[in-house]
């Protein structure tokens, strides 16, 4: 019987070792976001329509499947995409993958299926502002409640060892570190928050100190990630003890 499920297509990298730590995977992308956010370095597939057979991409995944170990979900946004996701996921398990999401977690149902049916490894959840000031672009739809929602289903997963990894990423760019503070209360001490360098045209970067004295604020371990130091684990100085780095 042919495979009846299509993807709206947005890209595919054969191999990557930058995004998901400790991993060499391929990454699928879906086209299409409902947040569509101004600094989004995937903007050319936030929208637009590309149907590909579900099995066309299945082939690609096989083509890289002696060089890894994972595949990646991303976009635009996957949950978007339920039939092509969930059908996807249970392939790459199919074939001894381990399977990770990134998502700005607007469908928490869809996150909840994947964790209860066992398809999900890794889940870095991107939390982009304060609940109250969370919309859908074009709609003016409030979504904060839904993505608090799927940072809750996503700590318990996490907790109760149904969902193996899982991480909050915050993107920044200056003037963006009191939400900070007010994400990093939301997010349990055990979860890894990482602050990545956010760049856009027009706008200077915060570069790896100005990540630090952000960091410095919210009295917690995170990760900074930055496109020329890579990625760290930064301890604080906001303790009693003293700063400290450590390096992966």
């Known amino acids: 019987m042919t495979e009846s499920i299509h993807i709206n297509f947005g890209g595919f990298v054969p191999?990557?070792?930058?995004?998901w730590r400790g991993r060499s995977v391929c990454v699928i992308f879906f086209r299409g976001c409902p947040v569509k956010c101004w600094y989004c370095h995937n903007h050319t597939i936030l929208t637009g329509?590309?149907?590909?057979p579900i099995e066309e991409i299945k082939d690609l995944i096989r083509s890289s499947s002696l060089l890894i170990s994972g595949v990646i979900f991303s976009g635009g946004e996957a949950t978007m995409q339920p039939p092509a996701l969930f059908s996807l996921a249970e392939y790459c398990k199919s074939m001894g993958l381990k399977n990770?999401?990134?998502?700005n977690g607007v469908y928490p149902d869809v996150i909840r299926k994947l964790i209860e049916k066992r398809l999900i490894d890794h889940i870095a959840l991107d939390i982009k502002a304060e609940?109250?000031?969370?919309t859908v672009r074009g709609k003016e739809r409030a979504v904060g409640k839904q993505v608090k929602e799927s940072l809750t289903l996503c700590t318990?997963?996490?907790h109760a060892g149904t969902l193996p990894g899982f991480e909050v990423v915050t993107t920044l760019f200056p003037g963006y570190g009191e939400e900070v503070m007010t994400i990093s209360r939301d997010v349990a001490p055990d979860v890894d928050l990482v602050l990545q360098?956010?760049?856009y045209i027009g706008i200077r970067p915060l570069d790896i100190h100005d990540l630090k004295k952000i960091a410095d604020t919210i009295n917690r371990r995170v990760r900074i990630r930055t496109r020329s130091d890579g990625e760290i684990s930064y301890e604080g100085n906001s303790s009693c003890g003293d700063a400290g780095i450590r390096e992966g």
């Open 15 to 19: 191999l990557s070792t930058v995004d």
């Open 49 to 52: 329509e590309d149907k590909r």
């Open 100 to 103: 990770g999401l990134h998502t």
């Open 131 to 134: 609940w109250n000031l969370y």
């Open 156 to 158: 318990a997963a996490y």
């Open 197 to 199: 360098q956010g760049v």
